[in-house]
């Protein structure tokens, strides 16, 4: 399908106003989520690191109260006693403690508001040193407790405690609100027991895939120590969320934090529906800009096709006035030159064409296109050629004449010299001259022609079949019948132009046309006659009758002849 000029002047404003509008929208909008997700993962690994730094310090302040009460084990037990419960005055983290052997038998026990401990310790939490170590996660009353332990240096003593994560879990509650609206955070074992829900109500439970998305490809940050990951991910409920994923270092607690995905690239939609403004905008505006100026650029160029058009229709004297200074004012003057230049051509062409046509009335077609086109001369002279020469004559033509009023003879040698020499032409033959009432046709003379025998002898046999029916006409009209005798011949002939300087002629000179004119004589009413030098040139034909051996006025030597059959 064909585009206007006008429509694609168009396009071209609206692509060049659209692409780079385009352009600008797309970097600005991959810069905007490029500054979303920096963003977005210093507030995940802020809040990751205020809540394990509150964890650390919760943990930390029972450590210091279990080293104490570790290193109080070795005096006498009211001096101990005493150690640990001030010990137990200045801190508000642990909530029950008591004392194990080295088998992890209990052997003292500080009184604690907490309805469970552990009889004996497990063996993890038996080595030698004074090293703590975690153990279990209990809950009670809807918080959670880690078990925390002490061995003195001796090996003797266990001190355990149980640490509240109270604390811990009212920092982790602050952080959601302040800077989770829509979002959750949660401290769990790496087992997925929730310890820390800023939602406050799933404290004790199993953490799922589903109620936190970002656990989906976590595994590998709940399994090893320090290993966060930053991940997008599918709740169950078909919710897009962002998040991390975080081990708290030397803990059994990993740290999930999650943001709704909406919310976090909430401005990019913005973006994305001014981008989206921005480039309808442009295209309305680049559209009426690219109409009015390809309507003003195309104006001229209409006027230069409609021109186009009329001269394409030969109106020459037509005119186009093209108002620009630019590259199409110089088309339009130029198209009016042309126009010019091809009016005056054509007078040219017709005076050529008047001369061809007055030519042609004296000299063969091909010898006028040859001498208009400069590839003949008109110098006297002539050059030997092999030619085939072909006399047609009126027989009992002095009766027609004696009998028919002038005008009637003559109306009818031009009807008949007229088809005469259409057929002469048909076969790509040259009339050299009218003789009276006979007509001489040469093949050959003008240009190379290997078959002009068969072209001859053609043409001889056309000019009678067209006489069968020509005749039924003239015998209607004028009471004539008119019949011909041709003679054919091949033989070298010398062709060119005889005469003088001042008045010349085109034509062959030579035996050839001597022997064609005598076999024409001789020849009937309405029979072909030919020679032998014409028939050895053709291809076998049964039409050849030969008439033996004859001689021929003028002709030292007989020649034998052949009558050829219409």
Same mark, same amino acid.
């Given at each position: ?39 977005? %993962? ?37 001096e101990r006693d005493a150690i640990v419960e ?124 589903d109620s936190f998305g970002v656990l989906r ?18 709740? =169950? ?35 994305? #529906? ?86 042609? %009335? ?11 086109? #400069?590839? #003949? ?67 050959? =003379? ?13 043409? =001889? ?106």
């Open positions: 399908m064909r585009l206007s000029f006008r429509l694609k002047l168009t396009l071209l404003a609206c692509v060049v106003a659209i692409v780079p509008l385009i352009t600008v929208g797309w970097i600005v909008n991959d810069i905007n989520r490029e500054a979303l997700q920096d963003t977005n %993962r210093q507030l995940l690994d802020s809040v990751i690191a205020s809540l394990s730094s509150t964890l650390e310090t919760v943990i930390t302040e029972g450590d210091r109260t279990l080293l104490a009460s570790a290193s109080a084990l070795d005096r006498p037990s009211e001030a010990a137990l005055d200045t801190q508000s983290v642990i909530k029950h403690l008591a004392i194990y052997d080295a088998t992890g038998a209990k052997v003292v026990e500080v009184d604690s508001s907490l309805k469970f401990e552990p009889p004996a310790l497990p063996a993890k939490l038996l080595p030698h040193g004074a090293t703590t170590k975690f153990g279990d996660v209990a809950f009670a009353g809807g918080q959670g407790y880690v078990l925390r332990s002490v061995t003195t240096r001796d090996g003797k003593y266990t001190v355990a405690a149980y640490v509240s994560l109270a604390t811990v879990a009212r920092r982790g509650i602050e952080l959601g609100l302040a800077h989770l609206s829509q979002g959750q955070l949660a401290l769990a074992t790496t087992d997925r027991r929730i310890v820390v829900d800023s939602l406050g109500e799933r404290i004790g439970s199993t953490l799922t895939d490809g976590a595994e590998q940050s709940l399994a090893n120590n320090n290993i966060g990951i930053v991940n997008d991910a599918d709740r =169950a409920d078909g919710t897009r969320v962002t998040g991390a994923v975080k081990r708290v270092p030397e803990t059994p607690f990993v740290v999930m934090v999650e943001r709704p995905y909406r919310e976090v690239y909430a401005s990019i939609a913005t973006v994305q #529906r001014i981008v989206l403004g921005s480039v309808l905008a442009a295209i309305l505006v680049a559209a009426a800009a690219g109409i009015l100026l390809a309507r003003r650029m195309t104006r001229p160029i209409t006027a230069l096709v409609d021109y186009a058009g009329e001269l394409a229709h030969r109106r020459f004297d037509r005119r186009v006035t093209i108002r620009a200074t630019d590259e199409l004012g110089v088309l339009g003057d130029a198209l009016e030159n042309a126009a010019s230049q091809l009016a005056e051509s054509d007078r040219t062409i017709l005076k050529e064409q008047a001369i061809r046509s007055d030519l042609g %009335r004296y000299l063969p077609g091909k010898l006028v296109e040859q001498i208009v086109s #400069r590839e #003949r001369s008109l110098a006297l002279g002539g050059q030997r050629r092999e030619i085939t020469v072909l006399f047609a004559d009126v027989v009992g033509f002095t009766p027609l004449a004696e009998r028919e009023a002038a005008e009637t003879v003559v109306t009818l040698l031009n009807e008949l010299f007229s088809i005469l020499t259409e057929i002469v032409f048909r076969h790509g033959g040259t009339v050299d001259k009218f003789v009276g009432d006979c007509v001489m046709a040469v093949w050959g =003379a003008t240009e190379d022609q290997p078959d002009h025998p068969q072209r001859a002898i053609a043409a =001889a046999r056309d000019m009678q079949r067209w006489l069968e029916v020509a005749n039924e006409l003239w015998q209607a009209q004028h009471n004539v019948n008119i019949e011909l005798a041709i003679g054919v011949h091949t033989g070298d002939a010398v062709v060119g132009n005889f005469g003088s300087e001042t008045r010349m002629e085109f034509t062959a000179i030579g035996d050839v046309v001597n022997v064609a004119a005598r076999l024409e004589a001789i020849a009937r009413p309405n029979q072909i006659l030919s020679t032998i030098m014409t028939r050895t040139r053709m291809a076998a034909d049964p039409d050849f009758i030969s008439l033996g051996v004859r001689p021929l006025i003028g002709k030292a030597q007989p020649i034998e002849l052949f009558e050829v059959r219409a």
